[in-house]
């Protein structure tokens, strides 16, 4: 369903070369939960990125639901995004003049026409219900606390029915118990509608939950990156 292979990644200067990524290797499953850990600079966030087709890597090939992403050009690999990928990021990045059901369905009118606003409005109800935030879908985002923020950015990035859910630090900006009701409705996420999910964290409890664990170090990985 999602692969890396031989994924390299690094930065060039006049003074030296920064190597991010050496040679990965990784699949996920359909409907897997997979947590990547590691020290600050393994390179995890990078390879977040590179799998969901955000970064380029200067070797290897990552492959998505049947598509090689960057063999695909910019703009259809933008589609690809916004039609398979959902982002969690640590800082939220909602707009903040619009609305939380606004937030919400941005992705969804950038895919499709302004036409079906109506039924995209519905939808993005449906899923804040979800997460618990149908009472707060017309408050902004300056109204809503860090963990409220966190799931209308969950909801926004379910918003398109992605394939998968790359999460980059959800929980990194919380406190302990907002970020455990995070965790906690990810992994529900996960049992009830099988969503396949790739989180790089540094929280443990994420990390135990997840149906694998997968260790970085040095810009490679250590342990875990063979599915079962």
Request: with cysteine; aromatic share 4%; glycine share 10%.
């Amino acid at each position: 369903m999602l692969e890396a292979v031989d994924v390299h990644k690094s930065y060039y200067n006049p003074e030296n070369t920064l190597h991010i990524l050496k040679g990965i290797d990784l699949r996920v499953k359909e409907g897997e939960v997979v947590s990547i850990v590691g020290p600050s600079g393994a390179g995890k966030s990078t390879l977040l990125h590179i799998m969901g087709g955000l970064d380029r890597p200067n070797k290897g090939k990552v492959v998505l639901d049947g598509d090689n992403v960057y063999s695909l050009n910019d703009a259809d690999r933008a589609r690809m995004r916004n039609q398979k990928v959902g982002f969690v990021f640590q800082f939220y990045h909602l707009l903040p003049e619009f609305t939380a059901l606004e937030n919400v369905i941005l992705p969804a009118l950038i895919q499709q026409n302004q036409g079906k606003r109506k039924s995209f409005e519905t939808r993005g109800l449906e899923i804040l219900k979800g997460v618990g935030l149908q009472k707060r879908a017309e408050h902004k985002p300056h109204q809503l606390s860090g963990g409220e923020q966190q799931r209308v950015a969950i909801a926004r990035a379910l918003i398109n029915e992605p394939k998968v859910i790359f999460c980059d630090e959800p929980t990194g900006n919380l406190d302990s118990e907002s970020g455990e009701e995070i965790i906690r409705l990810l992994m529900e996420l996960n049992k009830k509608n099988k969503q396949t999910l790739v989180i790089v964290t540094h929280d443990e409890g994420i990390a135990g939950l997840s149906h694998r664990r997968i260790q970085m170090r040095d810009g490679r990985l250590t342990s875990g990156g063979e599915a079962s």
